[in-house]
Structures are given as structure tokens and as C-alpha cells.
């Protein structure tokens, strides 16, 4: 049983498109991430939350700690946008280790 | 500027033999961590540590052992190597706790 799940799994968008990507976790968690795999592979940081709303250029990402769920949304998406999009949470109960989720692969057709 | 280096890129090696993964990050962070990622499974936390002489393991460290002699450095060692272990490794660091993660880009690792 994995405790972060998300979806899709796929996701394929014209530019220009609105994108959301979910995920969802059944144990509390002391803080939440949103990461970016590059099809060549390396990883990057893009959001950590524990409440409300963050937002760096065309990205957005909320939570809703009640619900358990973050989203990660991208307005006008473009091409440089296809990657892999990774969902973690920290869990206090385990000194806050990283729990990924498996992953959304995404790509922007232009 | 900063940053945190993987070595080898990529690795083929027996079954049986013992494999050394090095990790350097020129961060200064405590905290580092060597994760494994493998298809349908999301990244999984092999052994990780908060300070120089600091050790822990994590969700599967089966297989795996880690030293921290100093503060750049978390070399991650296979003392048998197994097909089960092969796999894209990365390590990560990361300044506290509540501290998003830098990561390296990764060590591809066959064993036949």
C-alpha cells in the first residue's frame, strides 16, 4: 500500500492547456512536496506546502490538509513543460521522511 | 556554485560483487539521503543521515550499508550485489528537516 497516490498516471496536453495533477495521502503529514523529473532524468524541487497555496510563475499548488489532498496546476502549458511530476509527503511518525508517490508523466504536444 | 555529484553515472557489475555509490554535495547541508527508483514504485529511501557520524536506515536498506566520515560525502555501499538491486540511485541533501531536497542526477545500476 503506498500512502501517496496520484493521478493520472498519464497525461497528455495541447499547449496552451490548463493541466492539474492530484495527489492524495492517508497519514499526516508534517509537510508536502511537489518535485520535477526531466526526461533526462534529474530531479528538482518545485513546491513544499503544509497549508494553503503556493505559486511560482505558471505553476500553482494548494492543499487541503482536512482532505488530504494537494493539486499541482500548470496554466498555459508549453512543450517545456513535459516531465514527470512527483508527489511527496513527510510523515512526523517516521522523523519525517520522504514518501513519494509514483509519479505523473505529462506531455505538452505543441 | 553549489552542488551535488553522483559517481559513476552508470554502473555494470556481477552478481556477488561489492559496489561502492559515492555521493559529494558542496551544499554544507546535515542532512543526506540515497534513495532508489525503480518502475511502478515511487522513490524509496534506502539510508539517510542528519550529521557526520550520524547513520540511519530507511524503507529498504536490506543490502545496503552508509558512512558518514564527514559532511560532504555519503558513499552507499552494496556488500553483495544482488538483480534485485539493480536500479536508478540518487542521493539527495537537504539543509534541515522542513527543507526542500537537492538531488543528484542519479546513478544507473545494472547488475547481471
Known amino acids: 500500500k503506498n500512502e501517496v497516490e496520484q493521478s493520472p498516471q498519464n497525461l497528455t496536453a495541447q499547449e496552451g492547456e490548463f493541466i492539474t495533477i492530484n495527489c492524495s495521502y492517508s497519514v499526516g503529514i508534517s509537510a508536502l512536496h511537489w518535485l520535477q523529473q526531466h526526461p533526462g532524468g534529474g530531479i528538482v524541487s518545485l513546491f513544499m506546502l503544509s497549508s494553503g497555496k503556493k505559486k511560482h510563475g505558471r505553476l500553482i499548488a494548494t492543499i487541503n490538509i482536512q482532505e488530504k489532498h494537494s493539486s499541482l496546476h500548470i496554466t498555459a502549458s508549453h512543450p517545456r513543460d513535459s516531465a514527470v511530476y512527483i508527489c511527496a509527503v513527510q510523515t512526523p511518525n517516521t522523523g519525517n521522511q520522504f514518501y513519494f508517490g509514483t509519479g505523473t508523466s505529462l506531455t505538452v504536444i505543441p | 556554485d553549489a552542488e551535488i555529484t553522483q559517481s559513476p553515472r552508470h554502473k555494470i557489475t556481477e552478481t556477488g560483487r561489492q559496489v561502492t555509490l559515492a555521493c559529494h554535495q558542496t551544499?554544507?547541508?546535515?542532512?543526506m539521503f540515497w534513495y532508489r527508483q525503480d518502475l511502478g514504485h515511487g522513490l524509496r529511501l534506502i539510508h539517510y543521515?542528519?550529521?557526520?557520524?550520524?547513520?540511519n536506515k530507511g524503507e529498504v536498506s536490506d543490502g545496503y550499508s552508509v558512512s558518514r566520515s564527514n559532511t560532504e560525502d555519503l558513499p552507499l555501499t552494496l556488500e553483495s550485489a544482488a538483480s534485485s538491486q539493480t536500479s536508478v540511485y540518487f542521493c539527495?541533501?537537504?539543509?534541515?528537516?522542513?527543507?526542500?531536497?537537492?538531488f543528484g542526477p542519479g546513478t544507473r545500476l545494472t547488475v547481471l
Open positions: 551544499w554544507n547541508h546535515n542532512n
Open positions: 543521515s542528519y550529521g557526520v557520524h550520524d547513520t
Open positions: 539527495a541533501s537537504s539543509e534541515g528537516t522542513y527543507n526542500e531536497q537537492f
